[in-house]
């Protein structure tokens, strides 16, 4: 295995850190803020994006640093899930940086299931506006009435009726739902009820306009609201599509999750990895610089254990990761399923650890909206949740393990 970086990536990081430098760490706190004040209510129709987000896209997409996370070299830069790593990582040390680059959640993961799975005119019609920026997509997944961490469980249902598929159910969780610029749902829902579990269900893509879909809410993560992206709560009382909206075919929804998923991982743990670095940075900038009983307070109480603690904590969840990455990249996603698991519990854990001893360094301060740890703890403890809890990942582990001993 070799996770060494080509020249391309190395090439690339130099330059979205230099961009991260210049022109994302001197306004972090000021956009944060007034984000806050502008959005940080329920009311999503009134959300707006903040202009100095708008701004920087533009001076991103100039820049050439634009869609850096699909393989594809014509539509994008055709990197690797390794060589997209550090960039990912790079990005999670601010909350709003992704988007900077058009490589945020969930577009990134939607954008890859119409790349590899959509037909030609699904690709011209929402793939390429996408890719572009010029709108904003959503994920409908998860159910309030199911335990969706088993997926099968899922129950909104996905019917023909002519040239057209009917859609009824409800849809929570869904990240994105608040952007302004939200315009299509890709949508997962049972499509063939009689069939083995894991071919009964379908993906869809449903305009947000559509009558019969209704946003009924926006949902707060630990107390706060996402603005502007947005975790919502839908209503589908008989929404009604095309056929030609079906992507693959009918019972294809898990066989497009799995692809799906695997790189999405590597994304999110990626910048989980990312938002770990910054927060021991600032820990150790805190403890150097903080005097209390006379002495440095990283001096003090075991400070300095921790540190080291989560330097390796850090360490060993980004080489996991680069491994998962390494294993898409050259045997196939079914091929890492271990290591795809693996990392969806380890880096979450690590990230709540290292921002959880991260907050403790820095006092009151630390749970405040002036540095970005709060919303790293936050984002820390729902990923231990998003894409599935830790228990179905480490059963998937197990599973895997004892198979090579039947």
């Known amino acids: 295995m070799n996770f060494e970086h080509s020249e391309r990536c190395l090439d690339y990081l130099s330059q979205v850190k230099a961009f991260m430098q210049e022109h994302i760490f001197p306004v972090e706190a000021q956009i944060t803020r007034e984000n806050h004040e502008m959005n940080g209510h329920g009311d999503w129709r009134k959300w707006v994006i903040h202009p100095q987000i708008e701004a920087l896209k533009e001076k991103a ?13 014509d539509l994008a830069k055709g990197l690797s899930c390794v060589d997209y790593a550090p960039l990912a990582e790079e990005m999670g040390k601010v909350s709003f940086a992704s988007e900077v680059f058009n490589c945020n959640a969930p577009d990134t993961g939607n954008m890859e299931v119409l790349y590899h799975f959509g037909n030609d005119a699904q690709k011209q019609q929402w793939l390429m506006p996408l890719l572009t920026g010029e709108i904003r997509s959503v994920f409908g997944m998860t159910e309030p009435e199911v335990a969706s961490s088993d997926a099968t469980n899922m129950a909104c249902r996905i019917e023909e009726d002519g040239d057209e598929l009917v859609i009824n159910g409800r849809k929570w969780w869904t990240t994105g739902l608040g952007h302004p610029n939200a315009k299509i749902a890709i949508v997962m829902g049972l499509s063939n009820p009689d069939a083995e579990k894991h071919s009964r269900h379908a993906m869809v893509l449903v305009p947000l306009d559509t009558p019969g879909l209704t946003v009924e809410r926006m949902l707060t993560a630990c107390g706060d609201y996402d603005a502007h992206l947005g975790h919502g709560e839908m209503l589908l009382d008989n929404v009604r599509v095309p056929k ?10 898990f066989a497009i999750a799995q692809g799906r998923l695997g790189p999405g991982r590597i994304h999110h743990c990626m910048r989980a990895v990312g938002a770990a670095e910054r927060a021991l940075e600032l820990a150790i900038k805190r403890g150097l610089s903080r005097i209390a009983f006379g002495k440095p307070i990283i001096k003090l109480g075991g400070n300095q254990e921790r540190i080291a603690q989560a330097r390796m904590a850090i360490d060993q969840a980004r080489l996991l990761t680069l491994n998962a990455a390494w294993k898409i990249d050259n045997l196939g996603v079914k091929h890492a399923m271990t290591e795809i698991s693996a ?14 001893m991260s907050i403790q360094m820095h006092g009151g301060a630390g749970v405040g909206g002036d540095l970005p740890l709060s919303f790293f703890a936050t984002m820390a403890r729902t990923l231990r949740l998003a894409d599935g809890p830790d228990e179905v990942h480490m059963g998937m582990v197990s599973r895997l393990e004892l198979k090579k001993y039947q």
């Open 61 to 73: 997409k100039a820049a050439g640093l634009w869609n850096l996370f699909l393989p594809d070299a």
């Open 244 to 253: 030609s909206n079906l992507i693959m075919g009918m019972g294809k929804g």
């Open 343 to 356: 990392i969806k519990v380890v880096v979450p854990n690590m990230l709540q650890s290292v921002v959880d």
